[in-house]
């Protein structure tokens, strides 16, 4: 370790030697001394000595210059200078270390029809990209898809780097597939396509389009090894953005109904046999009716006097305040949305007020969701 950590001093003055032998009789330790000049020499020393040395030059009377770092020492002043550059490698070395424990990326190779059975079986195990490697034990993955492919020789599963490669060596061939189990996955809806996942087929869509119902997003068809064209059971999941429209209607008139004049009070006798009025009933269009009720028998005699007050009216229009009606409107608008919605989540929700119907203020109301709407359309199926 010698002159991993040391320091050099320059000395100026006369007979420099004599300090150089006076520091060596006090027990410090000079390395290296080198006379450049008559009056200077140059002494290499250990940081720990430095200080005794220069407070001897001092008292002798010779003049002895900063220490200058050598060796270790040097390097790690300079680094200790970029501290910042040197933090950000280890930072960076540190995250890489991290990612290293996680699965990024999976290929599957040379399984030719089987490839989208083994996507689908990843997906239904929660093996995808961005999962810990702990999570994954290679041999029962390989014996878990060489139960679920009989037809295939072996399953060879192995990491490369934050890769966990999938490798099929075919066995029998597939038998043909009959024209009812081929099939596209198609659009169940109008939406925007935020994520379309492909297990078996060839997407025909992306992420970002504008699909109509009915429209193919993955095509029912494989390259096999060869190249030619195999045709597949298409399967995937597209999730896309959708909206769902829900519309009330709240009456924006009101009917009060006013005292026309007239009125009568009838008293009616109330038996097991039949009702009995001695007053006939007034011929009103409209009325309004209150009545009581007298027992007169008990419990043994179910026998009552009934007192009938009617009371003619005539209905007058009104229209109801507009803010309350709006009010009740989106109430109602929004239970009947949420109702719709379930059991996805809202993304966004809005309103629409105001359009006016006869007598009654039409509410609208939108809600945006995500959900899946890919749906398998077989190709016998037009």
Same mark, same amino acid.
């Given at each position: 370790m ?14 420099v ?48 210059g900063?220490?200058e770092?050598?060796?270790?020492l ?39 029809p ?13 093996i ?22 009989p ?11 934050v ?23 198609? !659009? ?19 992420a970002g ?10 095509r029912?068809?494989?390259r ?15 999730v ?6 829900v519309?009330?209607r ?40 209150s ?6 028998g008990? !419990? ?21 305040? !507009?803010?309350?009606v ?48 890919g749906?398998v ?6």
């Amino acid at each position: 370790m010698k002159g991993l950590f040391a320091v050099r001093c320059r000395v100026t003055g006369l007979n420099v030697e004599k300090l150089v032998n006076e520091a060596r009789k006090r027990g410090l330790v000079l390395k290296k001394a080198r006379r450049e000049q008559n009056r200077a020499l140059t002494v290499e020393l250990s940081p720990r000595d430095y200080g005794a040395f220069q407070a001897l030059a001092g008292e002798m009377g010779y003049e002895a210059g900063k220490a200058e770092p050598l060796g270790l020492l040097k390097l790690f002043r300079r680094l200790s200078r970029r501290a910042g550059l040197w933090t950000g490698i280890l930072f960076a070395s540190a995250l890489l270390v991290w990612s290293l424990g996680y699965i990024w990326q999976i290929n599957v190779e040379n399984a030719g029809p089987y490839a989208g059975e083994i996507r689908l079986f990843l997906a239904e195990n929660g093996i995808r990209p961005g999962i810990r490697r702990s999570e994954v034990d290679l041999a029962a993955l390989r014996e878990s898809l060489e139960w679920r492919l009989p037809k295939v020789k072996w399953v060879r599963a192995e990491w490369a780097g934050v890769t966990l490669r999938l490798r099929v060596e075919e066995g029998t061939p597939p038998p043909e597939m009959k024209e009812d189990r081929i099939g596209d996955v198609v !659009a169940a809806e109008d939406g925007v396509l935020k994520r379309l996942t492909v297990y078996a087929g060839t997407p025909v869509a992306k992420a970002g389009d504008l699909v109509k119902k009915g429209q193919v997003l993955i095509r029912g068809e494989e390259r096999g090894k060869s190249g030619e064209t195999v045709p597949v059971r298409a399967r995937g999941e597209a999730v896309a953005r959708a909206w769902i429209t829900v519309r009330v209607r709240v009456p924006a008139v009101e009917y009060v109904s006013l005292p026309a004049g007239r009125s009568q009070e009838r008293r009616i006798l109330q038996t097991p046999a039949g009702s009995f009025c001695a007053e006939p009933e007034e011929d009103y269009l409209i009325c309004e009716m209150s009545r009581e009720s007298l027992p007169l028998g008990g !419990a043994w005699l179910p026998v009552a006097l009934t007192r009938e007050q009617r009371t003619e009216v005539w209905l007058e229009k009104r229209e109801r305040d !507009a803010d309350a009606v709006r009010a009740e409107g989106e109430t109602a608008a929004l239970n009947a949305l949420e109702k719709a919605v379930y059991p996805h989540e809202m993304v966004d929700k809005w309103l629409n007020c105001g359009m006016i119907e006869g007598d009654n203020m039409i509410v609208a109301a939108t809600a945006e969701i995500e959900r899946e709407i890919g749906r398998v359309r077989t190709r016998n199926t037009p």
